[in-house]
């Protein structure tokens, strides 16, 4: 069963959720609510030995998807948060749209899920908040 932590969670409960945990990872948009959840992971975990890190899944839906890309390392590196970016293929983004983006990212998005889950890092997205 998946815990839910709000946006006041202190080191201390996040830890007791998540026992061994010690990196949280963003899923890294690069957008206002996204950047909004890493500002805050960042600020509210930076001294409590719980590191932050970031993924960003770059669906090449949007001919400027790789300066979205460009855009969230620079966002990351300004932060010192390490920050992985994934590309992925759409088969057929005009059939489904967002719902294509989301079918192809999903194995990308779940291995680094499962590889951090691994190495005791915890998933967090923007709609956890």
Same mark, same amino acid.
């Given at each position: 069963?998946?815990?839910?932590?709000?946006?006041?969670?202190? *080191?201390?409960? @996040?830890?007791? =959720?998540?026992?061994?945990?010690?990196?949280?990872?963003?899923?890294?948009?690069?957008?206002?609510?996204?950047?909004?959840?890493?500002?805050?992971?960042?600020? +509210?975990?930076?001294?409590?030995?719980?590191?932050?890190?970031?993924?960003?899944?770059?669906?090449? @839906?949007?001919?400027?998807?790789? +300066?979205?890309?460009?855009? =969230?390392?620079?966002? =990351? +590196?300004?932060?010192?948060? *390490? @920050?992985?970016?994934?590309?992925?293929?759409?088969?057929?983004?005009?059939?489904?749209?967002?719902?294509?983006?989301?079918?192809?990212?999903?194995?990308?998005?779940?291995?680094?899920?499962?590889?951090?889950?691994? +190495?005791?890092? @915890?998933?967090?997205?923007?709609?956890?908040?």
């Amino acid at each position: 069963m998946a815990e839910t932590v709000g946006p006041n969670v202190s *080191p201390e409960a @996040l830890r007791a =959720c998540f026992p061994g945990a010690e990196r949280l990872c963003i899923a890294y948009s690069g957008g206002r609510d996204s950047h909004a959840l890493l500002a805050l992971a960042v600020a +509210r975990f930076r001294d409590s030995g719980i590191a932050v890190d970031a993924v960003h899944v770059n669906h090449q @839906l949007h001919p400027d998807s790789a +300066r979205w890309a460009d855009h =969230c390392q620079t966002v =990351c +590196r300004a932060f010192g948060v *390490p @920050l992985e970016v994934v590309t992925v293929s759409v088969s057929d983004p005009a059939g489904d749209g967002p719902e294509a983006a989301l079918v192809a990212a999903s194995p990308s998005e779940a291995r680094l899920v499962n590889e951090r889950s691994g +190495r005791g890092r @915890l998933p967090a997205a923007e709609s956890n908040l």
